[in-house]
């Protein structure tokens, strides 16, 4: 009896020498990854004076589940953190005369993805149609297609520059997308007057207006009064897609947009445009044409930037 009591014991300390917890070792890694030249540039540039955390690493739970997407480059990555700061960022901060504004606004996460989310939407919407960026509750913004950033523009099979220096191509793919999501948090935050909405009445389309207009530049679309084709969806978008369209394009390029228009969707516009300028004046003390100003004067100079340096 003694020598089984002996052996039991013997076995708990056995199972003792195994199972129990060592105090002194910690059973959680550190997953910290080490800062590297972009994270200390980002830290500078982005979270010290506008409390906002640009994301360029791939998540899957930052990233939508609907699309077969792949991560940003790191050398994409830089390239979009430099412009967005240069067009986006220093445009505001010109205008009104600090950091505060978009501090105060911009929404605190961005997230960077390589490509564009493919769709189909029927009509010309599914020939090539893709989704540049989206977000989510006026606190975070989505980037896609980053990688394109790398790439080079041709015209009839000859290449001819580089997208970081085409302000119609940042344009088109990044800046409308930025400037229109980011028009979306402040009627989130201030609702617009309920006379832009009853300017173009019933003419607001729903999921209807990709399979309505024959291609993104029918002149059907101007004479609706719209600037887009997606304005149609609805009130809030044709509000975003005013604001974002008029600044991120030239005096030029805005008036040839009317020109296309009809007396009617021409008035149409303008009665828009007129409203969101005083919406933007009143609520936000923010002057859309300097805005616009400030936006072109630095998509004028691309060529004289270095997007590419992240040398604090």
């Known amino acids: 009896m003694a020598m089984a009591a002996l052996a039991a014991t013997a076995i708990g300390f056995s199972a003792c020498s195994e199972d129990c917890v060592d105090e002194g070792m910690s059973v959680i890694k550190d997953s910290q990854t080490p800062q ?3 994270d200390r540039w980002l830290y500078q540039n982005y979270v010290l004076p506008y409390n906002i955390e640009l994301r360029y690493r791939w998540e899957d739970n930052e990233t939508s589940m609907d ?18 700061k240069y067009i986006c960022f220093d445009s505001f901060d010109e205008v009104t005369g600090s950091n505060l504004f978009i501090r105060d606004n911009f929404p605190k996460q961005v997230q960077l993805v390589g490509n ?13 149609n893709y989704t540049l960026g989206s977000s989510e509750g006026g606190y975070k913004i989505n980037l896609w297609y980053v990688n394109h950033l790398g790439d080079v523009i041709y015209e009839n099979y000859v290449p001819t520059d580089s997208v970081i220096r085409s302000r119609e191509e940042l344009n088109k793919v990044y800046f409308h997308t930025i400037i229109h999501e980011f028009g979306h948090v402040f009627h989130q935050k201030v609702a617009y007057s309920t006379e832009f909405n009853q300017v ?34 609805s009130a809030d978008e044709d509000f975003a897609e005013t604001f974002s369209t008029y600044v991120c394009s030239t005096e030029e390029e805005f008036q040839a947009l009317l020109d296309k228009a009809d007396n009617k969707g021409r008035n149409a516009i303008n009665s828009k445009l007129s409203l969101v300028r005083s919406y933007f004046n009143e609520n936000w003390n923010l002057d859309i044409d300097s805005l616009r100003d400030a936006i072109q004067k630095r998509e004028a100079n691309l060529d004289n930037v270095n997007f590419d340096d992240i040398n604090l």
Do not use: C, H
Not at 78 to 84: E, K, S, T
Not at 205 to 229: K, N, Q, R
């Open 200 to 233: 173009t009445g019933t003419g607001y389309l729903g999921g209807m207006w990709s399979s309505t207009f024959l291609s993104e530049t029918d002149p059907e679309i101007y004479a609706s009064g719209f600037v887009t084709a997606y304005a149609a969806y």
């Open 67 to 84: 699309y077969i997407l792949v991560p940003a480059k790191y050398e994409n990555a830089i390239r979009m953190a430099r412009i967005l």
């Open 36 to 38: 590297n030249a972009l």
């Open 116 to 128: 564009p989310g493919w769709n189909s939407n029927g009509g010309w919407m599914s020939q090539g």
